[in-house]
């Protein structure tokens, strides 16, 4: 991870997934242990301290190898195409659960009317027509749960009436990455935001993928 810039004015999202790919490339060639490579990985991805997160990796050989980064970015990116069909962009829960999941189309605008019911929206395998996705709901005694990758920023601005927004989405993504933004009302309703799993559990998941993939024992 070599640089003209000095560490701590380098951007730390960028820091952060150079040192998580040195971490997995030494894990998946077996150079650290799985125990090494969880309790490195929980600091990395905790930390907001640039010097911090590098000396995770001081002792550890930079990742050389061009398949990590190509799956990672594979595994990892949002699926953005301008060109795909929206699906709809209404969604009504009154008295009833309504779920969208699986591989679908995100119009760029979405509105949710959720009364007496349950929404999930699952945005975790979904494709992107637009790197800025906005969700305006209307919630009366309901429950919403958005599930988001881990690639996108989540910013809320909903109005909250004897209600709650709860964002676990812990995004590291970078200040130019695709955006949610959720807005509208809620009344006595319940709101969160979250991924499907942790950012630790998929880096851990993609590790093992690798070390399967390299066949290193």
């Known amino acids: 991870m070599t ?86 962009s209404t969604y009504t829960a009154i008295l009833s659960t309504t779920e969208k999941t699986g591989r679908w189309i995100v119009p760029s605008y979405m509105k949710c009317y959720c009364i007496m019911g349950n929404l999930k929206l699952d945005f975790t395998n979904a494709v992107f027509t637009s790197s800025s996705v906005t969700i305006e709901i209307f919630s009366l005694m309901s429950d919403q749960t958005i599930f988001v990758p881990e690639d996108v920023n ?39 935001v979250k991924h499907k799993r942790t950012a630790k559990e998929q880096f851990i998941a993609f590790a093992n993928q690798m070390k399967k993939m390299f066949d290193i024992k």
């Open 154 to 192: 989540v910013t809320t601005s909903v109005n909250n009436i004897l209600s709650s927004v709860k964002d676990r989405s812990a995004s590291i993504a970078g200040k130019q990455a695709p955006n949610i933004r959720l807005l509208g009302t809620a009344i006595m309703s319940d709101t969160k």
């Open 3 to 88: 640089s003209n810039v000095i560490l701590s004015d380098r951007p730390i999202e960028q820091v952060r997934q150079e040192t998580i790919d040195t971490l997995i490339y030494n894990y998946s060639h077996a150079v650290i242990s799985e125990e090494a490579f969880e309790r490195r990985l929980d600091i990395v991805i905790a930390s907001t301290d640039h010097h911090e997160i590098v000396k995770e990796v001081a002792d550890l050989k930079p990742s050389e190898d061009e398949q990590i980064k190509q799956h990672r970015d594979t595994t990892f990116s949002v699926k953005i195409d301008p060109t795909a069909q929206e699906d709809a």
